[in-house]
């Protein structure tokens, strides 16, 4: 067979098209195989861990039959990871933890090994884990990203915020609006302490704008900081501006250091108008408003919420706020888990999902 290179015509008509469909097609067959092989291995697991508990319970093996199982299966798999007592262990606690088959098959299936293993070790309410895991699917969600909205708390402060989305928007938008805001928002990333005044904080904010994006939720993008308004030959600033791509609306951002007042809604509400005469497209929602405040009184708010036609919601941000001593020094991290797993030389179990 000869060596030399093949000299390559013009392709036909069509070529290109195909080619990209052709690459598209096997991406997604890639993509689907990965994650049938993995939802094969975290249903193995849990059939291990499911057969360990059974034999436990009805014929009284102790602990010990998990180490000795551990050096067995190494010996019969040696190409094979995530055999180890400290894995084996985890299977035990995966099958106790999801006694359902369905919810394995349907659910933290659809999860590579070491998200379970954060949802295991992080979560003890099964609902709470379940709803970290379908969050987990549905956003795409690595396990870094993962461990990191279960620290937070993302899924019991989503929804959160006090607003009136119910009176001023349809039925379909509101419930999406409401769902993309949260209370309180955490943002301690920016490093600074409660005395941090409001033009400290949105500097902060737009040099850490990722974590920024990340604390806001799936569907925000960042326009901008200070964006002009020019209304009637008089200059105005918006805080911080961000379009969501779900909702289809550009969302105003103001932030206020000290606690809520009503008339802010007054300036916030100023924005708005100005915002849809003059930068959103015909097409867009109605832009939304959302007030940060270092500290608000629910009912306060929500009877300043309750006469204004536009749609507006109000949220606390905390600033350098982390998880009680006591609680961080239970719960391991995911380094500790990523040593307990490969404690017998291999490698960690993200390896093999």
Same mark, same amino acid.
């Given at each position: 067979?000869?060596?030399?290179?093949?000299? *390559?015509?013009?392709?036909? &008509?069509?070529?290109?098209?195909? *080619?990209?469909?052709?690459?598209?097609?096997?991406?997604?067959?890639? $993509?689907? !195989?990965?994650?049938?092989?993995?939802?094969?291995?975290?249903?193995?697991?849990?059939?291990?861990?499911?057969?360990?508990?059974?034999? $436990?319970?009805?014929?009284?093996? #102790?602990? &010990?039959?998990?180490?000795?199982?551990?050096?067995?299966?190494?010996?019969?798999?040696?190409?094979?990871? #995530?055999?180890?007592?400290?894995?084996?262990?985890?299977?035990?606690?995966?099958?106790?933890?999801? @006694?359902?088959?369905?919810?394995?098959?349907?659910?933290?299936?659809?999860?590579?090994?070491?998200? /379970?293993?954060?949802?295991?070790?992080?979560?003890?309410?099964?609902?709470?884990?379940?709803?970290?895991? $379908?969050?987990?699917?549905?956003?795409?969600?690595?396990?870094?990203?993962?461990?990191?909205?279960?620290?937070?708390?993302?899924?019991?402060?989503?929804?959160?915020?006090?607003?009136?989305?119910?009176?001023?928007?349809?039925?379909?938008?509101?419930?999406?609006?409401?769902?993309?805001?949260?209370?309180?928002?955490?943002?301690?990333?920016?490093?600074?302490?409660?005395?941090?005044?409001?033009?400290?904080?949105?500097?902060?904010?737009?040099?850490?704008?990722?974590?920024?994006?990340?604390?806001?939720?799936?569907?925000?993008?960042?326009?901008?900081?200070?964006?002009?308004?020019?209304?009637?030959?008089?200059?105005?600033?918006?805080?911080?501006?961000?379009?969501?791509?779900?909702?289809?609306?550009?969302?105003?951002?103001?932030?206020?250091?000290?606690?809520?007042?009503?008339?802010?809604?007054?300036?916030?509400?100023?924005?708005?108008?100005?915002?849809?005469?003059?930068?959103?497209?015909?097409?867009? /929602?109605?832009?939304?408003?959302?007030?940060?405040?270092?500290?608000?009184? &629910?009912?306060? !708010?929500?009877?300043?919420?309750?006469? /204004?036609?536009?749609?507006? #919601?109000?949220?606390?941000? &905390?600033?350098?706020?982390?998880?009680? !001593?006591?609680? $961080?020094?239970?719960?391991?991290?995911?380094?500790?888990?990523?040593?307990?797993?490969?404690?017998? #030389?291999? @490698?960690? /179990?993200?390896?093999?999902?």
């Amino acid at each position: 067979m000869s060596d030399k290179p093949v000299r *390559l015509t013009a392709p036909p &008509k069509g070529y290109a098209d195909w *080619l990209t469909d052709l690459k598209s097609r096997i991406h997604t067959a890639q $993509q689907r !195989a990965t994650l049938a092989v993995n939802r094969e291995l975290v249903l193995l697991y849990w059939q291990i861990g499911r057969d360990i508990l059974a034999r $436990q319970a009805e014929q009284g093996w #102790g602990a &010990k039959v998990i180490e000795r199982l551990a050096q067995d299966l190494h010996i019969a798999f040696p190409d094979m990871k #995530g055999f180890s007592r400290a894995n084996l262990m985890y299977m035990r606690a995966f099958a106790e933890a999801w @006694p359902d088959a369905e919810i394995v098959q349907q659910a933290v299936g659809q999860l590579p090994w070491g998200h /379970n293993l954060v949802l295991l070790t992080r979560l003890k309410d099964a609902q709470q884990r379940l709803a970290y895991a $379908q969050s987990a699917i549905a956003h795409g969600w690595s396990r870094n990203i993962l461990d990191i909205h279960i620290e937070t708390r993302l899924l019991e402060r989503t929804g959160k915020a006090v607003t009136n989305f119910d009176a001023s928007l349809p039925k379909a938008q509101s419930d999406l609006a409401r769902e993309s805001l949260k209370d309180p928002y955490r943002l301690d990333f920016l490093g600074l302490g409660r005395e941090a005044g409001e033009r400290e904080i949105e500097s902060a904010l737009v040099k850490h704008v990722t974590d920024f994006l990340l604390e806001l939720g799936a569907g925000f993008a960042f326009v901008g900081r200070q964006v002009l308004l020019d209304v009637g030959g008089d200059e105005f600033f918006i805080d911080l501006l961000f379009y969501h791509l779900k909702l289809r609306c550009y969302v105003v951002i103001e932030l206020k250091g000290g606690k809520f007042k009503p008339e802010h809604l007054g300036q916030l509400s100023f924005y708005l108008t100005a915002v849809d005469e003059q930068v959103k497209h015909p097409q867009d /929602n109605p832009t939304i408003g959302l007030l940060l405040c270092r500290s608000k009184n &629910k009912v306060v !708010a929500e009877y300043a919420l309750r006469t /204004n036609a536009q749609p507006l #919601g109000v949220a606390e941000y &905390k600033l350098l706020e982390s998880l009680p !001593a006591e609680l $961080q020094t239970s719960l391991p991290s995911i380094e500790q888990i990523e040593r307990e797993l490969a404690g017998d #030389g291999s @490698p960690s /179990n993200e390896d093999e999902a």
